[in-house]
């Protein structure tokens, strides 16, 4: 994360702290002569680039904060806001994407479908967010403060092999955990404090996606901080893989169930754990719900246009899903739409 630092501290949040927390008065020999004859503010930080790919020199503005780049406090501030800020973009940019060009609109008239749902789902997905910022900017800190085994070159690395490599080692690791995190979530001492919230939406849509206690979406992005902190990891290699996660959060709630992998753990796997509850715990892949005996093959009739929305289908899903519902969490509190509403 230092690399996203660095830019965001040059294009934004320099002039940022140099107008809201400027230097007030420092010893002469702190100050600079600039070539224009005047003496401009500055401070005792030195820029050095995060990785050897760009440079880009500071402007006046850099030096001018009593909170200069490398101050712990402002590095907290500003990756809380970054986190906070880069999953709403992410979030209403690709969950909208997904719901105009992808999700089926006829989700809408399933009998599971939640009244207001859309609505509710935006609700709780912007109040979680920032509170998932707040302990994820402080990983975030310790990425950027060196804590962790990120490296900017090859050379720093175990070798090019590795470049590549590290990328599998990256998703079976954080797999395997998310497995168990996700499954222990599913506790019934745990479930209804924490993950219960992500589990009212039984037909979910791609604003679901981040629809859930924030202590519960914290716990399942973990792995993905403790993998650099444990094995070397490129630092483009972490933030695409960062990237790569958010979008496949939204991926795997859009309902669109276009092939049948036995390995991938893709919408049609997810939609059966929200339809079902007690199956398909994995995040990638399905290895650790066969180990586990957790995993449930999506019923066949999805990946049919003609069945996945029949009435059949619907009633045949709907009498499983209330059993479990009730095994799962009791007395059912959700408001449900009706059939025959009008699509939102």
């Not at 180990?291 to 899903?317: C, H, I, N, V």
Request: charged share 20%; glycine share 4%.
């Amino acid at each position: 994360m230092d690399i996203v630092l660095e830019v965001v501290d040059h294009y934004v949040a320099d002039r940022i702290y140099a107008w809201a927390l400027p230097i007030q008065q420092l010893p002469f020999d702190a100050y600079s002569n600039y070539g224009n004859g005047t003496i401009q503010r500055t401070s005792n930080w030195e820029y050095r680039p995060s990785t050897h790919l760009f440079h880009l020199e500071p402007a006046a503005q850099a030096y001018e904060s009593v909170w200069s780049r490398d101050n712990v406090w402002r590095q907290m501030f500003t990756l809380f806001f970054l986190g906070w800020v880069f999953a709403m973009v992410n979030y209403f940019f690709f969950a909208t994407l997904s719901y105009v060009f992808v999700f089926d609109k006829a989700t809408f008239k399933h009998p599971k479908y939640l009244k207001n749902q859309i609505r509710q789902e935006i609700k709780k997905a912007l109040i979680a967010m920032p509170g998932i910022s707040v302990p994820t900017c402080m990983v975030f800190l310790l990425e950027v403060r060196g804590y962790t085994r990120l490296y900017g070159h090859t050379a720093e690395g175990p070798g090019a092999w590795y470049d590549y490599a590290q990328i599998f080692f990256f998703i079976l690791f954080t797999d395997a955990l998310i497995y168990w995190i996700h499954r222990g979530l599913h506790h019934p001492r745990i479930y209804k404090w924490l993950h219960k919230a992500h589990h009212r939406w039984i037909m979910p849509t791609p604003y679901a996606s981040y629809a859930f206690h924030p202590l519960d979406g914290f716990a399942q992005s973990a792995p993905y901080h403790l993998f650099p902190m444990l094995f070397p990891m490129h630092k483009f290699v972490f933030i695409t893989a960062f990237m790569f996660v958010n979008l496949w959060t939204i991926m795997i709630h859009d309902g669109e169930y276009i092939t049948d992998n036995p390995v991938i753990n893709g919408s049609a796997c997810h939609s059966a754990h929200h339809l079902y509850f007690n199956y398909n715990y994995g995040q990638f892949l399905t290895v650790w719900d066969r180990l586990g005996g957790s995993y449930r093959k999506p019923d066949a009739e999805w990946f049919d246009k003609q069945t996945k929305m029949s009435e059949k289908t619907w009633q045949s899903g709907v009498k499983e899903m209330e059993r479990l519902q009730k095994v799962v969490e009791g007395d059912d509190s959700r408001e449900y739409s009706t059939a025959e509403k009008k699509l939102q």
